[in-house]
């Protein structure tokens, strides 16, 4: 396949998790990337969208959960965009440090970058934050 | 159908919670928590879970299993897990959750840990 794009916005719920990860798996079933890809670009969206429904925009149902989806020979791209005020990913204690192995959040980033490819944040000008994640086939 | 659907029998003086489906933010994180708070309640602080049947959890169920072991714990009980799947079993050792809990392939060798 050459390469297909698919947008998705979606209310900040928690319930648009499942209904995200639901299109995205139908996306990446269409891509045809390996199943242990795909098990990581779920768990890696889920926790994306987790994100920006519970700490971007804080469940404010005026504000949309926004999803691109790319794929092309070589990777499948998938970008979550929130309008909340940002962070610092950097500034997220690491979840496998002695002192935060017991504590019970903390963990999603740790597993966006742990099963995708690439993972980064940025700032867009008109607002909101952009995780932008890679996974090559 | 619900997310997580648990099924909780006794043996011996552990309960265990047979548990299928999802572990993920909202409903079946969710499930779980009610279900251990309400073995806590009843005084039953010997818990296995079963989770052959879960083949997925998200960062969010990952949480809960901590917060039920820390519970626990602080009753003076044991938590322990039952039957991992592959993928459950790589997130723990990632998370390097897998040194914390008590994990059995067997469910005799699990009620024995308990004695």
Known sequence: MTGETTELSLPSRIDTVATAAAAVAEFVGRSGISDDAAFGIDMAVREAVTNAVLHGNRQDEDKTVDIILKSSPDAVEISVHDQGPGFNPEAVPDPTAQENILKTSGRGIFFMRSFMDEVDWSIRPGGGTTVRMLKRR | ?115
């Open chain 2, 1 to 115: 159908m619900a997310e997580l659907n648990i099924n909780e029998r006794q043996a011996g003086d552990v309960t265990v919670l047979d548990m299928s489906g999802k572990i993920t933010i909202g409903e079946g994180s969710v499930a779980l928590r009610t279900a251990i708070r309400r073995l806590l309640e009843e005084g039953k602080k010997r818990i296995l879970l079963n989770l052959a049947g879960v083949g997925y959890i998200d960062s969010s169920g990952i949480g809960e299993l901590v917060s039920s072991y820390t519970a626990i714990n602080k009753e003076g009980g044991q938590l322990k897990l039952l039957n991992l799947t592959q993928k459950l079993q790589d997130l723990l050792t990632i998370t390097k959750l897998l040194t914390v809990f008590d994990v059995y392939e067997s469910e005799a060798d699990a009620l024995n840990s308990f004695k």
